[in-house]
Every structure is written in structure tokens, then in C-alpha cells.
């Protein structure tokens, strides 16, 4: 058989060519298989040291608008933004067995390289009741995650690298029109997004460790423990949508009518390989060290080659959805005092997605799904004066199960340390909201609202962990609930200082806003016991909302100088979903600082700015929580990953030079 040219065809491009070209592979004879895999990199193991210096951000803004002798004028704004950081985290992750050996327990060095520039350009031109805007978006990210990890398995010393690398491309544009036909208005748009997501080259070395000599260290290339990983996942979006306000008079008031539909088509494409390492006959070569060990000469007769053993048939899908909808609504004044906005808006969802079954390679999974949902809403606003609002209002949503979470591809995350797969059984939730309101404007910027909210889902989308994960080997799955029940009240204040000198300036200009939100929300789950029949409901916190959220905010804002310090505390939240083996995990709560000051310079022409960022730096932690009971408790539940973020320092200056 002729060798395929380049490694680009046969392996390295298998993201963009399916399974067929790692039956090809298969097919090679071992020198050929030993040619291929000569073709790929081998400087990538080899570590570079570099000085994680000050985090680098540019921004270039450009406007200009343009008054022509007919009355319409031009509007544009050009801009262009770099970022550049490098960060260095350390950090523990465990998970343990009460009465036996951890499952692991790892210490994480990790250094984050991050690049991100993006651009904006967008135009509009207006005359009289006519608009029409032309508005583009580009972002560009690359992020590589450099771990070194050690630690142990079940008390077996081991020590892992890896490179967690991803770049990530989106490119936005639409162009929308307004227009003022008698008191008619009409609007529209048409729309288009292209996003790209590739993985290039995730690598994993792992070597397990002498427990008496730490030099003395062998490859671990069972299952996931050494491999290379490559992904690509384009996403394709396009749609427009049309709308007409038109007014008219009941009730000796003015009302309006507003109706219209829209459309959207997305296209996703999917592709992953992932490479294994076969055993060399050559044992000597498994204690390399990991910038020689994978070298072009260890690919040989008698050394290391790569095996497609660890790629399942599930790892390409192939998605598209259509999204047709319909809308009216209602905004009636009643009175002067009474207003209610109603409507209803109609949605025909259809969504396609092929891929293999991850048992069988030539037994294609296909799921259609068609589904018309019909939602309504109202919101009846009540003004007793013109300084108190109180407001009602009930609603109809839907979530739809993203082509990821349908998809039966299956991931190992090593952030996470386990694996996470898609569900082809998933069902859509619907989610009922009701809110209650009371709003009073004492001034002038000033506020105080008191509210009360209610959420009812029927089958809640979350990732839990399966039924027949182990410790040791832990599978997380998108799976739906049975129902869910969220409850919360929530409080938020703005208020100036001027009560306290109303001829003071300054205290004029000194502002406390806050809001605080308490929350209590409940899933009920279904398990089927050992007969196949009876139903176990089972019940807890909804996957990852907090119990109570709290933000603060002091403000000054005078003429040149600002000054800001911000507060921040979410209590605990479920963050991962275990199972009757495996406890819950979750996430425990912090608090949070940030201070800016920023100053006027030049002629107001110039702005100097300071800022920090997580003054505190208190730990994030996730832990298991072995006694069900709310937050973390030292003596009893059991952490599973945790590490200080890092206080973050920016000095920027800003200059317009009124072109």
C-alpha cells in the first residue's frame, strides 16, 4: 500500500477526514506507521522557562461621524484590542475513599499563556426616520495550559505533563435597518457567525514514580495517561429576523401593537483523534526524560509508535438546527397608572445530529428532533405616583439541549479529572417565571426595589455523574431531572450621601448601591431501583445555583477623579453531581474585593487609571461534601481541587486625540 503523503492526510487532519483515514492508518504496514509518526513534532515536549511579566492590554478606538447637506449623516467606529498574560497557579486536587487509600491526590503546577486581539468595525447611516447600520465583530484566543502534576494514585507516586492547548476564532456580522413609515416603525436584520474551535495538540506524558527514588520514573501509557489529542469544531450561523411597531388609540391612551418572526440555521462539524503510544520492546526508552523521550529516533523497530486504539467511533458528529418563530405583543396603558405588555411567541424547533455508536463503528446515531412550544408572558406594571412602580410579571421559556450535550462524543478533562459525554436521550426543559416587584425612585438616580421570584422546571438539563462511574474512572453525563423548584427574594438600594450635607459636593457625587439575593432551589431526580420498575425520588440543590448572592458597590464620580470599590460574595454551589458512591462537589464560597481609581489628565483629554482586582485572594475550593449539610466543614468534608487565583494589578492610560 502506498504511504498517504504527509501526516497531515492520514493522522494529524483525521479531525476533517472522519474514521476512515484511521482505518487507513490501520491498514499501513509498521514502517509506514513508523514514517507517519515521524512526521509529527517532537520539540513540543521540550520545556521553555520565560518571566510571567506585567499583563499586556492595548486599545485603539477609532470614531468619526459625517453630516452631509441632505440631513443624513455617517457614523463609524474602528477599533482594535490586544491582550497578553502570563499566569502561574498552584493548586491540589484529591478525591478520597473513606477507609481506604485516596483514588488521587495531586499537587498542579500550572503556567497559563493566553493571547486574545480582536477588532470591531461597524457603520450606520441615518436620515430622518431611516436607519441602516453594517456592524462587524473578529476575536482571536490562544490559551495554552502547561501542567506539571504530581502526587499519587492509590499511593503509587506519579508525575504528569501536559499541555492543554486551544485556540479559539469568532467572527460576527449584521446588518440591521430602521425605518419610520408614517407612525409606523419597522426594523429588521440579517445575521452571520462563523466560530472555530480547535485543539491542536493536547499532550499527556505521564510516568509513574519509584516510591524510593523520585528520579527513578517509568511511562504510564495505559488508557488516557500518554496520548495526543487533536479537535476541530467549526460552528456556522445564520439568520434575520423582521418586526413592525405600530401604534394606535384605546382607552384614551396610546397603545402599540408589535409583532414579527425570525429564523435561524446552525451548522456544527465536529472531528477529534486522539493517538495512544504502544509499548517499545525497547524498555530502556520508558525512562527518558520527557523532552527525549517521544524524539523522531524513538520511532523505530523496537521503540515506541502510535496506536489509534484509543479512538472510539463517537468522536465526529455532524449537527444542524432550524429555529422559526412568530411573536406578537400587546402594550397597553389601561390608565395612567396602569400599564400591561402581553404577548405570546411561537417556536418550531427542528434539530439533526449524526454520529457512530461508541460500541459500533458502522451503526450510525441519528437524532431528530421536532418540537412546536408556544410561550406566553405578560408584565403588569402598577404606578401609584410617579415615584412607586410595582410590577408582576409571568412567563414561558424553553432550554434546548446544545448539539454538545446530545452529541455521545466523550472527553477526558483533565481540569476535572474525569470524562464528560453527551446524551442522546436528552429531553428540552420548560421552565415556568413568575416575579414579583416594588420599586421606589425617592430621587433621581436613587432606588430601592424589594422583589420576590419564582422558578418551576420540568426536566431540568444538568452534568451529573453516571450511575456506573467508579472513583477511580468517573464519567459525568448530561442527563435531565425529573422537575425543579426555585424560590428566592431578592433586595437592591442606590442611594446618594447628599442626605447627609445636601450643600456638599462631593457627597452629592458619593453613591452605595447593593443588591443582595436569597435563594432556594430544589431537583427532584429519578432512579429505577434493582426490579426495573418502582421510582427512589431523590432531591437536592440545583446544579450550580448559590443559596444567596451579595454585590456592594461605594462610587465616587466627580469631575476628575472616580473612585470605585466593589464586593462580591456567592455562597456555596453545587458544582459537580455525584452519585450514591461519590459524593456531591461543591464549590465554596469567597469573597471578593476590587478597587479603581481613575483620573482626568490633559484637558480631560487623558485618563490614568488603577485597579485591582481580588484584594483578598482568598482560595477557590471545591470539596466533597460528605454530610449533606450546607458549606464546607474542615473536620468533615474532604477538598477536592483548590488554588489562590492571584491579585491582579492594571495601570492603563487612555488619550483621545479628537481627530
Not at 344 to 363: C, G, H, I, P, Y
Not at 631 to 651: H, M, N, R
Amino acid at each position: 500500500m502506498a504511504i498517504p503523503t504527509g501526516w497531515d492526510l492520514a493522522i494529524g487532519n483525521c479531525q476533517n477526514r472522519g474514521r476512515k483515514n484511521v482505518q487507513i492508518y490501520n491498514a499501513l504496514s509498521d514502517e509506514e506507521k513508523l514514517t507517519l509518526a515521524r512526521q509529527l513534532p517532537d520539540n513540543v515536549y521540550r520545556q521553555q522557562e520565560s518571566y510571567a511579566g506585567p499583563i499586556q492590554t492595548y486599545n485603539l478606538t477609532w470614531t468619526q461621524v459625517k453630516k452631509y447637506n441632505n440631513g443624513g449623516s455617517f457614523g463609524s467606529v474602528v477599533g482594535l484590542t490586544y491582550r497578553q498574560s502570563k499566569l502561574v497557579y498552584e493548586g491540589d486536587n484529591a478525591v478520597h475513599k473513606s477507609f481506604l487509600p485516596d483514588v488521587f491526590n495531586y499537587n498542579d503546577y500550572q503556567n497559563r499563556y493566553s493571547v486574545n486581539w480582536g477588532a470591531v468595525a461597524n457603520f450606520a447611516y441615518t436620515k430622518g426616520k431611516h436607519k441602516v447600520a453594517f456592524k462587524n465583530l473578529f476575536n482571536q484566543l490562544l490559551d495554552d495550559n502547561y501542567y506539571i502534576r504530581s502526587g499519587y494514585t492509590e499511593l503509587n507516586p506519579m508525575l504528569m505533563y501536559s499541555s492543554v492547548l486551544n485556540q479559539r476564532s469568532l467572527y460576527a456580522t449584521q446588518i440591521e435597518g430602521t425605518h419610520g413609515i408614517g407612525q409606523v416603525k419597522l426594523e429588521w436584520n440579517a445575521n452571520y457567525s462563523h466560530n472555530r474551535k480547535q485543539q491542536p495538540d493536547l499532550r499527556i506524558l505521564s510516568y509513574a514514580v519509584s516510591p524510593s527514588d523520585p528520579m527513578d520514573r517509568t511511562l504510564n501509557n495505559r488508557g488516557n495517561n500518554t496520548n495526543r489529542f487533536f479537535s476541530d469544531l467549526k460552528d456556522d450561523v445564520v439568520g434575520g429576523n423582521i418586526s413592525l411597531s405600530i401604534p394606535f388609540y384605546l382607552f384614551d391612551q396610546n397603545q402599540l401593537l408589535k409583532l414579527g418572526g425570525s429564523g435561524t440555521m446552525r451548522y456544527r462539524n465536529f472531528r477529534a483523534t486522539i493517538l495512544g503510544i504502544e509499548d517499545p520492546e525497547d524498555r530502556s526508552l520508558l525512562s527518558l526524560p520527557p523532552d527525549q523521550i517521544f524524539n523522531h529516533e524513538n520511532f523505530s523497530a523496537g521503540g515506541f509508535s502510535y496506536s489509534s486504539a484509543l479512538q472510539n467511533p463517537s468522536d465526529k458528529y455532524y449537527g444542524i438546527s432550524a429555529l422559526a418563530a412568530g411573536y406578537f405583543m400587546l402594550d397597553n396603558k389601561l390608565s395612567e397608572r396602569v400599564r400591561l405588555v402581553w404577548g405570546v411567541r411561537a417556536e418550531n424547533f427542528e434539530q439533526f445530529l449524526k454520529s457512530n455508536d461508541v460500541r459500533k463503528a458502522d451503526t450510525a446515531v441519528i437524532i431528530l428532533t421536532k418540537k412546536l412550544d408556544f410561550l406566553p408572558s405578560v408584565n403588569l406594571t402598577i404606578s401609584p405616583d410617579a415615584k412607586i412602580n410595582l410590577r408582576f410579571s409571568a412567563s414561558q421559556t424553553v432550554a434546548r439541549p446544545e448539539f454538545r450535550e446530545i452529541a455521545p462524543f466523550g472527553f477526558y478533562d483533565f481540569e476535572q479529572l474525569a470524562s464528560v459525554s453527551g446524551n442522546p436521550f436528552l429531553k428540552s426543559s420548560r421552565i415556568f417565571n413568575a416575579d414579583l416587584r416594588y420599586e421606589y425612585y425617592p430621587t433621581a438616580g436613587e432606588l430601592l426595589s424589594l422583589g420576590a421570584f419564582y422558578k418551576k422546571f420540568s426536566n431540568p438539563i444538568e452534568l451529573r455523574l453516571d450511575e456506573g462511574s467508579v472513583p477511580g474512572r468517573r464519567q459525568f453525563l448530561f442527563q435531565n431531572g425529573k422537575g425543579a423548584n426555585l424560590v428566592g427574594a431578592e433586595v437592591e438600594i442606590r442611594k446618594s450621601f447628599a442626605f447627609v450635607d445636601g450643600s456638599s459636593r462631593w457627597l452629592k457625587n458619593l453613591y452605595f448601591s447593593g443588591n443582595a439575593t436569597f435563594i432556594f432551589s430544589k431537583v427532584t431526580l429519578e432512579t429505577v431501583s434493582g426490579n426495573g420498575h418502582e421510582s427512589v425520588a431523590l432531591s437536592r440543590p440545583l446544579q450550580g445555583q448559590s443559596p444567596y448572592l451579595i454585590n456592594a458597590v461605594l462610587q465616587y464620580d466627580g469631575d476628575l477623579l472616580s473612585v470605585s470599590a466593589l464586593y462580591n460574595r456567592i455562597g456555596q454551589r453545587l458544582s459537580l453531581v455525584g452519585n450514591a458512591s461519590m459524593a456531591d462537589i461543591y464549590e465554596n464560597a469567597r469573597d471578593l474585593i476590587d478597587f479603581q481609581v481613575s483620573v482626568k489628565a490633559f484637558k480631560k483629554n487623558g485618563e490614568i487609571r488603577l485597579t485591582v482586582s481580588d484584594l483578598l485572594n482568598q482560595r477557590i475550593m471545591l470539596y466533597q461534601n460528605l454530610d449533606k449539610q450546607k458549606g464546607y466543614k474542615k473536620s468533615v468534608d474532604e477538598v477536592f481541587s483548590s488554588f489562590k487565583p492571584g491579585t491582579t494589578i492594571s495601570l492603563s492610560f487612555n488619550y483621545n486625540l479628537n481627530l
